[in-house]
């Protein structure tokens, strides 16, 4: 799509959603892109939970802007990455995981399970959403309806990837830590990577990239939570053998995530 294209979209887009939330009505088309695609993005960030109430045009019309925004910002194949000396299973990547073609990418989810409602808010969680696309908060208030309850801490639950390179999203709750870090919070943490491999063996994934988790504003230690991901991945890994699962990759964004990792694996 020309950028003139994207921005007829996202006018497209931003006057559906306006419709829907009326109350946002006095915001003035943009007539550069990212601006457009801000307002945009905004309004998704809040848009309350519903399952495709929106015109089939808008999800058409979504799919193109995203997608080719994600285009060109320049998409990583998983079978370039180089796998760490000291384990070929494992893969250490520093980038952004929406751009990131796979089987599967993890998003580190708060308990309701819809993402984040901050508008333009950095959080892995909102910039997961986003370029998914609002069918990805659809889905997830659809599974979390049926659930009936607020996802435990460590748990998981997988949703496709829809606009996303990636073919799934499995969102999992890491623990919050306040005060101290106590055992319980390692355990909850470990689960999170546990339960997020068992999940993407059970759909076949032969791959998966994890962020993080709750190393943003669940204060997590950024250290000690990349030593308990790299020795539950391990541990997992050698736990099963026969698993489709060959490649795991450690996503970091962080110049320091990076480096912490690096003394892990490299």
């Known amino acids: 799509m020309t950028n003139f294209e994207k921005i007829e979209a996202l006018h497209y887009l931003i006057q559906c959603l306006i419709e829907e939330m009326p109350q946002y009505g006095g915001y003035t088309l943009p007539t550069d892109l990212q601006p457009a695609f ?13 399952t495709h109430t929106l015109p089939d045009r808008f999800y058409k ?10 285009e060109e910002k320049g998409i990583t194949e998983v079978s370039n990455l180089l796998p760490t000396p ?15 073609r796979i089987d599967a990418i993890v998003n580190a989810a708060n308990a309701q399970m819809l993402g984040c409602f901050s508008p333009l808010h950095g959080c892995i969680d909102n910039i997961i959403h986003t370029m998914a696309g ?5 889905k997830c208030y659809q599974i979390m309806e049926a659930q009936g309850q607020e996802e435990p801490t460590g748990q998981a639950k997988i949703t496709p990837g829809y606009n996303l390179p990636a073919k799934y999203v499995i969102h999992t709750v890491g623990p919050i ?11 909850l943490l470990s689960s999170c990577y546990w339960n997020s491999l068992d999940l993407a063996a059970e759909h076949g994934c032969e791959n998966i990239a ?10 997590f230690p950024q250290d000690k939570a990349a030593k308990i991901a790299v020795k539950t991945v391990k541990e997992w890994l050698d736990a099963h ?26």
């Open 38 to 50: 801000d307002l945009y993005r905004a309004l998704c960030n809040v848009r309350m939970p519903a």
């Open 61 to 70: 019309e979504q799919a193109e802007v995203l997608k080719s925004m994600t």
């Open 86 to 100: 000291l384990d070929p299973r494992l893969i250490l990547w520093q980038g952004d995981i929406t751009t990131l």
């Open 134 to 138: 609002v069918e990805l908060r659809e």
């Open 177 to 187: 830590v306040s005060n101290r870090l106590t055992k319980k919070d390692k355990k």
């Open 210 to 219: 994890f962020c993080c988790i709750s190393t943003g504003v669940f204060m």
């Open 241 to 266: 053998p026969e698993t489709t699962i060959h490649q795991v990759v450690f996503n970091v964004f962080k110049d320091r995530d990076k480096e912490i990792y690096s003394q892990l694996l490299l």
